[in-house]
């Protein structure tokens, strides 16, 4: 069948929208009505080349859609299945997803050139093949996808919003719940409320954090990070450092959680700076492979004992957490439809991402016609 998607056919330049011929789906794979689909900044990543990949390659790793095709025998889905796209594959054996660990599961290999598990691609236009971002590719308004990248949800949630727990909303929540430990009682600094940063709040929120200090130059972000949930908010990370010590009698926060749009290593030091002794940094922003984004104090680090974590999908596995957080979502106590600022044709994907830099946009969602 044919498809309309936004694609990126090298670093530097901007997304495309073009027609793509799009296999059927074999078997472990499903086709997919993309109905929504969220403008991460990770995509962005990929067009600037601050994180390089094969290109060319279909944009789009936060979605959501319904279940059209079922590829070969004993599937667990069927058509007119609701799914949620988790923007990591799950195999769910794996020695990593054995241990609880799948948001590592080794799956994410294919990751680097972006294609199906059985390395070949589905999209493809002039000879030539293109890739899926996340092996997802929800800027497409059908795709053909792994399985093991999709969380079956009840048919009765909006199937546009829900989109954003594949990867925004889980991976903030995680930063602060599962790698930040945010305990009753904490002080924890948040850096960059996008669309990661502020399920981040809500996270250190709803884990009973006593102050929670939202940190972002933009004054809007600050407007919608005090309605969920931060307790302070201030434009940088100098203020906030003096802040963090100021509620705390002098011992800093207990978690820095960073969440701008890319690493540096001037955030990474202001927020090694504004934790306690033994106190949590979590990197969860991302810049390129090649890039030295940390340089710090080793006798800090040492002599206070501070750590500083990685954190990939909010350190929490995928088919666990995409359906906790729209149980919270349900309960009411997780906020995402607040967190669509705009939504956007797939025609006008970078007048999105163009508003996501601009600072205007919480999450941008692209809603697809089809
Ligand atoms: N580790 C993971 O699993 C994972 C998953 C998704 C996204 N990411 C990464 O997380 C980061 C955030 O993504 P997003 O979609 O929320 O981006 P976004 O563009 O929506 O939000 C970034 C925010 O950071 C703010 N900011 C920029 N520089 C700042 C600074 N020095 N101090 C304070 N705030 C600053 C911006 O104003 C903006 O509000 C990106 O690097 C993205 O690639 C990581
Ligand atoms: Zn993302
Ligand atoms: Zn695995």
Redesign the pocket.
Known sequence: MRTKAAVLRGIGSDWEITELELDPPKAGEVLIRFTAAGL???DD?LRTGDIPVRYPIVGGHEGAGVVEEVGGEGSRFRPGDHVVCS?LPVCGHCRFCARGMSNLCDMGALLVKNYLPDHTYRFHADGEDFGQMCVLGTFSQWGVVSEASCVKVDEDLPLETVALVG??VA??WGTAVHAGDVRPGDTTVI???????INAVQGAAFAGARNVIA????PA?LAMASKLGATHTVA??ETARELARELTRGVGADQALI??????D??VAAAFAAVRKRGTVVV???AGPGKQTIALPGSELTLFEKRIVG????SGNPFEEIPRMLELYRAGRLKLDELITARYRLEDVNQGYQD??D?R???GLLVHEH
């Not at 850096?191 to 940063?197: A, E, L």
């Not at 940190?215 to 933009?218: E, F, K, L, S, Y």
């Open positions: 991460c900044h990770s990543h923007f990867c925004g991976t903030g850096y960059g409320i996008g669309g990661v940063g940190v972002d130059p933009v972000k940088d990370a969440t701008v749009g890319l690493l540096t001037e955030i969860t922003a991302l954190s990939l999908f909010g996501m830099l600072g946009n919480m999450r």
